[in-house]
């Protein structure tokens, strides 16, 4: 079968070509479509990030306003998918319900995942983008108990999600002007990052020709885990045992570099970021401006610059080029904004939904894409002789 060259977790292999997401991991870059992400930051909302991600360019008036109406129009589910969201336990993670909700769309939306030409993409999008986040919310209903609440079709992205999550049949939930800001922001800096994780199972599910929403279905799984997605709620777990057992920072950071039953300081390290995450500065002055616009104080925030600024000055972590990633401070963002700690990761999908999108077009695009296969290096026996079963 030839040689076979192991590269374990595909620390420097490329696996694609794309035109999507430049990261100097070095430098501590990162562009959507050549556009620096600091540029975007504050001046795009997300929907105009998504379609930027998955169409190349930043869309005129008309694009954009295009774009927006499908999102309006495509924010209900069908009905009867109400009916599966009463079938899962209450305690179900929200992920486990999302994940499988998606799937489920590609039953109910039947149509929508034939996609031939680009109004069809755009189409697809729309629903996904917008029916991510209707999912998302009913899914948090579900788990305390409250009924579901419609989309509104008059509310912008951010807002009709919070309108949907924090709205009650005595009480309509109004987001103020800082508040969608901020989610914005968070799900802006989400939108796309190249060939991590979940991307990149996004692309090897979407290489066998699977339809787009059972590929997006197999990210939000990837993501789920605590070294990927999941680590936005680790961190905030982390920061609220440090905070809970009073225990110094120092002495945190002295059971890391230890590795003392595998403790790791959660929302530090990148596999490409060695130098700093652009997201995570972003993020750590975004935190500040909300929470001083919001009247709020966390004391996690605290503890969080303060871990930081140990770390930083540790040689464990400067020896392994280990700095803040965009889970480290992002959590602090959403519980300003009133996310509760089982939905953080729920948020990163949501965000991160256009740049599974556009790895998904970019693979089914391809004319001379291939399915992906990757070789192994078999290190068991060879050759075993059958034994019946009474003699094992
Ligand atoms: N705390 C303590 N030590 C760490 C950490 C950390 N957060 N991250 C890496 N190290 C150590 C690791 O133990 C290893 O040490 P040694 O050389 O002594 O064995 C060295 O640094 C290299 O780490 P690695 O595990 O080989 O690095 P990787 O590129 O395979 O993993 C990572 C990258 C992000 C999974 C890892 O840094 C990590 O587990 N971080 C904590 C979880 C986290 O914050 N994940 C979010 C990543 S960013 C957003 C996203 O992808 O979702």
Redesign the pocket.
């Known amino acids: 079968t030839g040689y076979i060259t192991l590269d374990d977790?595909y620390?420097n292999t490329g696996s694609c070509r794309s035109a999507i997401t430049y990261i100097d991991g070095d430098a501590g870059i990162l562009r959507y479509r050549g556009i620096p992400i600091e540029d975007i930051a504050g001046r795009s909302s997300f929907v105009e990030t998504a379609w930027l991600v998955i169409f190349g360019e930043l869309p005129n008036v008309e694009q954009r306003d295009h774009f927006a109406g499908l999102l309006s129009e495509s924010a209900m589910i069908d009905e009867v998918m109400r009916k599966h969201f009463n079938a899962f336990p209450q305690t179900a993670p929200p992920m486990a319900i999302l994940s499988a909700m998606i799937n489920t769309l590609s039953a109910h939306d039947a149509g929508v995942t034939d996609i031939r030409d680009d109004a069809d993409m755009e189409r697809a999008a729309a629903v996904l983008i917008s029916k991510v986040r209707t999912i998302a919310a009913a899914a948090y209903k579900a788990s305390i108990g409250e009924p579901l609440v419609y989309p509104r079709y008059d509310l912008k992205y951010a807002e009709n999600f919070l309108h949907m999550m924090f709205s009650v049949p005595y009480r309509q939930y109004e987001a103020t002007p800082e508040v969608a800001a901020a989610l914005n922001l968070f799900l802006m800096l989400h939108a796309d990052?190249e060939q991590?994780?979940s991307t990149s199972t996004v692309r090897m599910v979407g290489s066998s020709k699977a339809n787009l929403f059972a590929s997006c279905a197999a990210g939000v799984c990837a993501l789920w885990g605590?070294?990927?997605?999941g680590?936005n709620v680790?961190?905030v777990q982390m920061l609220q045992q440090i905070h809970d057992s009073g225990m110094p920072v120092d002495e945190f950071v002295r059971k890391?570099k230890n590795?003392d039953d595998g403790v790791?300081?959660?929302?530090?390290?990148?596999?490409v970021y060695k130098n700093f995450d652009p997201r995570s500065r972003i993020l750590k002055k975004a935190v500040d401006d909300v929470l001083a616009q919001l009247e709020k104080t966390d004391p996690l925030l605290d503890i969080a610059r303060e871990l930081e600024t140990a770390a930083l000055e540790d040689d464990y972590f400067v020896d392994?080029k280990?700095y803040p990633?965009?889970?480290f401070y992002s959590g602090i963002l959403l519980r300003a904004i009133g996310i509760p700690l089982e939905m953080f990761t729920v948020m990163f999908a949501i965000g991160r939904m256009p740049g599974w999108i556009a790895n998904w077009k970019e693979i089914n695009e391809d004319p001379k894409g291939r399915i992906y296969r990757p070789r192994q290096v078999y290190v068991g026996p060879t050759d075993v002789k059958w034994r019946p079963r009474d003699e094992r």
Do not use: E, S, T
């Open positions: 977790g620390g990052h991590n994780c605590p070294l990927h997605g680590a680790a961190a890391v590795k790791k300081l959660m929302g530090f390290g990148h596999r392994r280990l990633n965009v889970d």
